[in-house]
């Protein structure tokens, strides 16, 4: 690995933290008096028990370490390559970007909204998210390469989206997370010699944490049912595929990390992609056809284009430039056609509400 690229560092974990590209966790800001402005009297019965579940807090004590974590990572991960431990690394930043993010906007909703049902829920999302991201934070430490979260908050840029594309971005992203962190837990659970670090014992329950986020989204936007028809299904589609393909090419960057847990990247990724379908299929009308032979051969081709962007930006100078431009349309036309592929399509349930059952 380059010298330049290696994590070695707090102010280096900082700067991997704080970058911002195609593939990095990013931060938002939305309107607050939008969100202001949401009803959710449509579905009082089912809004109120849920924010009775986070009221309940059923996961206030997870978030803690106990004695053999250190002693396991001492005695497991020491056994990693070098190459092994710089993607990890990597995860841990990725992760704790992420789950930052949501607890920085959810915050800045809660201070921004007088709205009480939004006001209340973005309460306990923050707080959730801010445990997650600490929780990482502590495994960062362990090397030390602890990131200043106040720091970050300063320092990383924000993206505006408007508050239907916070609820489609944020929706999928939790439920995807979930995704994810089951398919990991269930794998590791199976094989425990392929454990590598005891922070994926945590995962279980904290993946409920991510679904449950979901939830409220998914009830926000079956409450409010013109974000889910018209001109805002090409929405959907847009935001279902960005996030589709930024996991793929992300995680096919990082193959040694699923090999380490006996996966292998591509199927990983289709799993998750099946386990969020069938989720999504709760609030979202359509969905990706992810069994389309033309279809995962355009994600395959995306992550191609992405590996020849990264050797042209390390070539650097005007070929370089020009190469990366080349490979940036090339992505771009790629990203086009798979939009425009057949999707299904589905009538939505009756009953919202899921139960993690993964």
Known sequence: MDADTTIDSSAKASDKAVESTLLSPRFYTTDFAAMDRLDMSPLRREWDAMLAEYEGDNNHDHFQRTPEFAHEVAERFSQVSPAMRQ????????????????????????????????????????????????????????????????????????????????????????????????????????????????????????????????????????????????????????????????????????????????LESTSYDYTVFRITNEITKQVFPVSLDIDSPVFRAGLARLFHIQTQMDAAKAQGGFLGNLRRAAWAAAGLGTFIRLYFLPVQRHELPAQIRMAPAW
């Not at 106040?150 to 320092?155: A, E, H, I, N």
């Open 87 to 262: 993607e990890f690394l990597e995860f841990l930043i990725s992760s704790l970007t992420s789950e930052f993010s949501g607890c920085i906007l959810y915050n800045e909703i809660f201070k921004n909204v007088e709205n009480p049902d939004i006001k209340q829920l973005m309460r306990y999302m923050a707080r959730d998210e801010s445990r997650h991201a600490s929780f990482i934070n502590q495994s960062l430490k362990d090397f030390g390469l602890g990131i200043d979260l106040g720091d970050l908050k300063r320092t990383k840029a924000y993206t505006y989206f408007k508050p239907k594309y916070i609820f489609y971005a944020t929706y999928l992203s939790e439920k995807i997370g979930y995704a994810r962190y089951i398919t990991i837990y269930r794998q590791l659970e199976k094989n425990p010699d392929k454990r590598f670090h005891p922070i994926f014992k945590w995962f279980e329950r904290w993946c409920n944490d991510e679904f449950r986020h979901g939830e409220s989204f998914a009830l926000i936007m079956r409450a409010n049912p013109h974000l889910l028809r018209g001109g805002n299904v090409y929405w959907i589609r847009f935001f279902l595929l960005a996030v589709y393909a930024t996991m793929y090419v992300r995680d096919h960057t990082r193959p040694m990390l699923h090999h380490e847990m006996g």
